[in-house]
C-alpha cells in the first residue's frame, strides 16, 4: 500500500514539500487506511483513522467516503485528507488549550 502510494505522489509532486519549525509541531501522529470500494450496494470506500497525540489515542474509528473513489489510489487520498483534517483539528485544540 505504502509504495502505491509514493509511486503515485512523487508523480510530478516530489519537489513540493512543507516545513513546520520544530516548536509548532507536537508528539502527534494519524494513522489511516480504506478499503476501496467496501461496500458491496454503494460502491462506496470506508476510511479508518487513528490519531494519537503524546502516544494516546485521541481518536479512532471509520467512515464511509462521501465520494466513490474511482481507484484505490484516489480512495487512500481520501483518507489521507480525513486523517490531516481530524489531525489538524487536535492540533487547534491542543494549542487553544495550551494557550493562557
Partial sequence: MHKRLLKYTQTGTKHYKQTLPAKAVPD??????????????TKRSTTGLLITLRGTTTSYGSRTQATIALSSAEAEL???????????????????????
Fill in 28 to 41: 502527534l501522529s494519524a494513522y489511516v487506511d480504506s478499503d476501496c470500494a467496501g461496500c458491496p450496494k
Fill in 78 to 100: 481520501y483518507a489521507i485528507n480525513t486523517g490531516a483534517a481530524e489531525a489538524h483539528n487536535k492540533i487547534s485544540i491542543k494549542i487553544h488549550t495550551d494557550a493562557p
